[in-house]
């Protein structure tokens, strides 16, 4: 087993990354970096760094000049970041904002977004019978994370997507930037006959949130079938999911993805593509 809190230390051609944004204290990417840097014996740092956005194409430069293999970017420096690659995933392209930047050996920076392949992967690990293109999603929420999920249900074959937002405009601007018939605005609050015949429904805002206001659904019409999640994971199980739980649907928390999309960048950073276990989900939520 990994020791929970290994002493390691740094050779002379260890590997360096990090996760920059503006504040980055909250981050659990260092504490989940570390657990597999040690957990496979790497010798490499990930760190956080704190970079105001008015610093942001300097401290990027920078990185890359002092021979760091990559950074995450977290809010709000995820759509600034795209600018300053020299060459971007399709994903990233479709998204709209970069949160994996690699720096490439013969100088170039290349930037990616993950977001969607965590949410799929997570729901692929805690759902493994899930056929998403069996029926409609519905999709709460219009904002970066929203746009990162309708893109990965879309290239899963997703028949329908209906999003709902407070605002309905953001909803109806989104779905205009996508450009798929596949994608339908609705009312918010959701009728019931949003929900009667959907595969499964996705929370993307921070409604829910500790310290947000409560997501306020009837989840009547949906069928026990159904599968619920929520991107949120402080807390766990969010009101949404308890809700969902209690009824009989089938929950995923919003952990993996979180876990999930931190892989890819591990794996051009550090040359391994990492597991996400039980243990890993444990130490990341742990105090200490």
């Known amino acids: 087993m990994t020791p929970r809190n290994p002493f390691r230390t740094l050779s002379g051609t260890s590997r360096l990354a990090g996760v920059m944004g503006w504040p980055v204290s909250h981050s659990k990417s260092p504490r989940l970096h570390g657990y597999w840097l040690a957990k496979y014996g790497i010798d490499g740092c990930y760190m956080p760094l704190p970079v105001e956005p008015d610093n942001f194409q300097a401290a990027l430069i920078s990185l890359r000049n002092l021979g760091f293999s990559g950074v995450n970017v977290t809010i709000p420096q995820k759509e600034m970041a ?6 971007l995933s399709d994903r990233a392209r479709r998204i709209g904002a970069v949160n994996t930047v690699t720096f490439a050996k013969d100088g170039r920076m290349l930037g990616d977004n993950t977001d969607g392949f965590g949410f799929m992967e997570n729901l692929r690990q805690e759902a493994p019978n899930a056929a998403f293109c069996s029926g409609p999603a519905v999709v709460l929420g219009a904002g970066g994370a929203s746009r990162a999920v309708l893109i990965a249900l879309l290239d899963e074959g997703s028949p329908q ?3 709902a937002n407070r605002t309905r405009k953001r909803a109806e601007d989104l779905a205009t930037e996508i450009n798929d018939p596949r994608i339908k605005v609705v009312d918010w609050p959701l009728a019931p006959e949003t929900l009667c015949d959907v595969f499964l429904v996705v929370n993307t805002t921070s409604l829910g949130m500790v310290g947000q206001p409560k997501l306020e659904i009837d989840l009547d019409g949906l069928p026990k079938s159904a599968l619920v999640t929520d ?13 969902a739980k209690a009824r009989g649907n089938p929950v995923v928390d919003g952990l993996g993805m979180l876990l999930h999309q931190a892989r890819p960048g591990f794996h051009r950073w550090f040359g391994i593509d990492p597991e996400v276990t039980q243990e890993l989900r444990d130490f990341v939520l742990s105090p200490d």
């Open 231 to 243: 991107i949120v994971y402080a807390p766990l199980m969010t009101d949404l999911l308890g809700q």
């Open 161 to 163: 997507i209906r999003i």
């Open 82 to 87: 795209m600018p300053e690659c020299d060459e």
